[in-house]
């Protein structure tokens, strides 16, 4: 399989991530091959074994959890548009995008498409809330093995006594929106 | 006669580097200076422009002693960073340049530009197979031979002065002759610190080029992996001449061993200098990893050598798991040069307090600032292998640290 890595992706299919996700052009071409260098099977998709050779991905509390952003549903791989649409989740805000018109899609990393992001990874079985398992499970990732299952349940309880306005014990996107501001 | 194959070889780079910069010319104005400098910035600075904020600040903000739903989010810049780029696994291929080398395998970023550009290159190709290439072959097969006779022959001698004087001589030839196959040009500086006896060579690591080099301006006894092949060829023919310590990869793990004989060899004040590379494994000259505290622990005069490729002319990093030895002396030989740069610097010893790795650390980072190189704190066995769980835990305990205040859990602010 080919080694040069940026004629293996072809003029339209760039102007076509780029389009979606607002990389420039030298953006994508580097980050293909980015792509390109994660790929040891060369097969044009990657796989979980791929991220977590990331040694400074392997060593992030939530590593596990961000490396499921990148995979859709019940999927093992993927492929180079579906790695840079979760990537431009994080694209920064240029300046000459803040006085874009509002007439055209949602960019994909706006703010609200980013807290957007930020909750799904809470909210594992998609259902619009985080429950407090949920948020357990998020807490238990990241303080390992330092804090006792009690402390660990006050603290989510406490967080979502904050955050719940509607009383149903969970904690909708509203109010994580509202707790962001 | 050294000063003249000098001087001859300076010309030489000189040509060779203007005739670079020429293609370099050629391929900007082909495509459009803007984007050109935009991607020259990409290369140089990386994917990405990380703030280089630490967990404290990023997570504790004003508050202290307090979990917030926010925090999520420093992890997953964090994360989302690394996937974008990360200072390790960049370290485990090739070096990118900034401009094109005429050689077609570091053609990554560039495309097809103008006729004259292709008429180069093709004149480049022709140079380099037909020409060069052959030459060196040539050369190669003379030195490997006469290493083997010379060996050989040396070998039947008894003990003695003449037989050590004799085979430093036949190993030095060799050495020198094979770099000279490599396409090597080297340059040695500040020639008084060399390695003396009894005292252990330490260096950074980017291919088994290095131990030729070093090899063909002084005598070492080697400590490293043993290989099969036209490599385990050669290892066994010094080895009738001279000790040297060689291991299985799977014996290396057993620390107590390596020391012990390290210490016992360095202990004989007759016997050469040993040569180390505290690394482990072959890195690609842009950065120098952990030092294995192996060969700091033992005591003895520590003598660091900085080796710094030029990435100009030929990349001589090897990248074991992509290229067989063959095919990486191939890539070699069809180089326009390995430049080099040796510097030879004044020797170290552990001092009373200091811990082994913190002597390590303190060669690494005198190695490093010679060579022009960064320092990073991993391994460089995770081009192998997996990274370890405590560093994880690592990070979780930090965490924790700044959750949890006074050992009590704190309230979590809402505005």
Known sequence: ???????????????????????????????????????????????????????????????????????????????????????????????????????????????????????????????????????LQVLRMMVGVNISDEQLGSIADRTIQEADQDGDSAISFAEFVKLRC | ???????????????????????????????????????????????????????????????????????????SKKGFEAIADDEVTRRFSSEELISWNLLSRT???????????????????????????????????????????????????????????????????????????????????????RPQKGGICVANHTSPLDVLILASDGCYSLVGQAHGGLLGLIQKSCMKTTQHVLFERSEMKDRHLVRKKIREHIADKTKLPILIFPEGTCINNTSVMMFKKGSFEVGGTIHPVAIKYDPRFGDAFWNSMKYSVMTYAFKLMTSWAIVCNVWYLPPMVKEEEEDAVHFANRVKAVIAAQGGMSVLPWDGGLKRKKVKESLKEEQQKKYCQIVIENGTVGNGNVH
């Open chain 1, 1 to 135: 399989m080919g080694s040069r890595a940026s004629t293996l992706l072809r003029d339209e299919e760039i102007e076509e991530i780029k389009k979606e996700t607002g990389f420039s052009h030298s953006q994508i071409t580097r980050l293909y091959s980015r792509f390109t260098s994660l790929d040891k099977g060369e097969n044009g998709t990657l796989s979980r074994e791929d991220f977590q050779r990331i040694p400074e991905l392997a060593i992030n509390p939530l590593g596990d959890r961000i490396i499921n952003a990148f995979f859709p549903e019940g999927e093992d791989q993927v492929n180079f548009r579906g790695f840079m649409r979760t990537l431009a989740h994080f694209r920064p805000i240029e300046d000459n995008e803040k006085s874009k018109d509002q007439n055209g899609p949602e960019p994909l990393n706006s703010r609200s498409n980013k807290l957007h992001f930020a909750f799904r990874l809470y909210d594992l079985d998609k259902d619009d809330k985080i429950s407090r398992d949920e948020l």
């Open chain 2, 107 to 193: 053609n990554v970023n560039f495309h097809h530009v103008s006729w004259q550009l292709t008429v180069v290159w093709i004149t480049g190709i022709l140079i380099r197979y037909c020409l060069l290439m052959p030459l060196r072959i040539g050369l190669a097969s003379f030195s490997i031979l006469f290493l083997v006779l010379a060996t050989t022959v040396i070998g039947q001698f008894p003990n003695g002065r003449v037989k050590c004087w004799l085979s430093n001589q036949v190993q030095m030839t060799c050495a020198a002759l094979g770099v000279r196959c490599l396409s090597g040009a080297v340059h040695f500086h500040n020639r008084e610190n």
């Open chain 2, 1 to 75: 006669m050294r000063q003249r194959a000098q001087k001859e070889v300076s010309k030489g780079e000189e040509v060779c580097l203007s005739i670079s910069q020429w293609a370099t010319l050629q391929i900007e104005k082909g495509v459009k200076k803007q984007k050109a400098l935009a991607l020259e910035n990409l290369i140089s600075n990386g994917i990405i422009q990380r703030e280089e904020t630490s967990m404290e600040e990023e997570v504790a903000g004003q508050r202290q002693g307090c979990f917030n739903l926010a925090d999520i989010l420093y992890f």
